[in-house]
């Protein structure tokens, strides 16, 4: 039987990083002043954990292997943006911005490929997956081309990013991540072959 430990790690870390990114980004819209001071070092740690998280979910081979399939080069990217911010904390809202928005938008459009193949899969609530998706992507966009150079304001729309990915996330863990505790391990089918004489 496979060892689902990494499977439950994957999937507890996704949904406490996710919770944390929409506690974070609720925080971040309600006192939006105090928080650009912390915005390069909070960015940077949140990208970091978040990073290592999905690419241990990548490698847990779930059994569905919907939530995570784009996991390992995301994960890196999201892993090398928060150490880039946690180098250079200092003058980062620019960066974050749009890093957090690329972040943002991409997860977005991978979770909408996902939502396509959870409705292949039978999964009923595909669409939630879907419109979250949408949704998270928009805001993306929009805190790529940064409408404002208020940074009250881009911190605002910071948080915003932040719940809509955190909701995403929760979304699609809670909806297709399936963990079956007798799950057999992958394996390499033996084929016979016969040699057919005419």
């Known amino acids: 039987m496979r060892n689902t430990a990494p499977m439950r790690v994957a999937k507890v870390?996704?949904?406490?990083?996710?919770?944390?990114l929409?506690?974070?980004?609720?925080?971040?819209?309600?006192?939006?002043?105090?928080a650009v001071s912390l915005i390069g070092t909070v960015t940077g740690i949140a990208f970091c954990v978040?990073?290592?998280?999905?690419?241990?979910?990548?490698?847990?081979?779930d059994l569905?292997?919907?939530?995570?399939?784009?996991?390992?080069?995301?994960?890196?990217?999201?892993?090398?943006?928060?150490?880039?911010?946690?180098?250079?904390?200092?003058?980062?809202?620019t960066f974050a911005c749009i890093a957090l928005g690329i972040c943002v938008l991409a997860d977005g459009l991978f979770k909408i490929q996902i939502a396509i193949d959870a409705r292949v899969f039978g999964i009923t609530v595909w669409?939630?997956?879907?419109?979250?998706?949408?949704?998270?992507?928009?805001?993306?966009?929009?805190?790529?081309?940064?409408p404002t150079e208020s940074a009250e304001a881009l911190t605002t729309l910071m948080g915003a990013s932040l719940l809509a990915d955190?909701?995403?996330?929760?979304?699609?863990?809670?909806?297709?991540?399936?963990?079956?505790?007798?799950?057999?391990?992958?394996?390499v089918m033996d084929a016979d072959y016969y040699e057919i004489k005419s």
């Open 13 to 20: 870390g996704y949904i406490i990083i996710s919770a944390a």
């Open 22 to 34: 929409c506690v974070l980004g609720i925080l971040f819209m309600i006192n939006p002043a105090s």
């Open 50 to 61: 978040f990073g290592v998280i999905k690419i241990v979910g990548y490698f847990s081979k």
């Open 64 to 93: 569905f292997r919907l939530a995570f399939q784009y996991d390992l080069a995301f994960g890196i990217l999201v892993l090398a943006l928060g150490i880039i911010s946690l180098i250079h904390p200092g003058n980062v809202l």
């Open 127 to 146: 669409w939630l997956i879907l419109a979250v998706a949408i949704a998270a992507g928009t805001i993306g966009t929009i805190l790529i081309f940064r």
């Open 166 to 187: 955190g909701v995403l996330n929760l979304t699609t863990v809670l909806s297709s991540v399936k963990i079956v505790r007798h799950q057999r391990p992958d394996e």
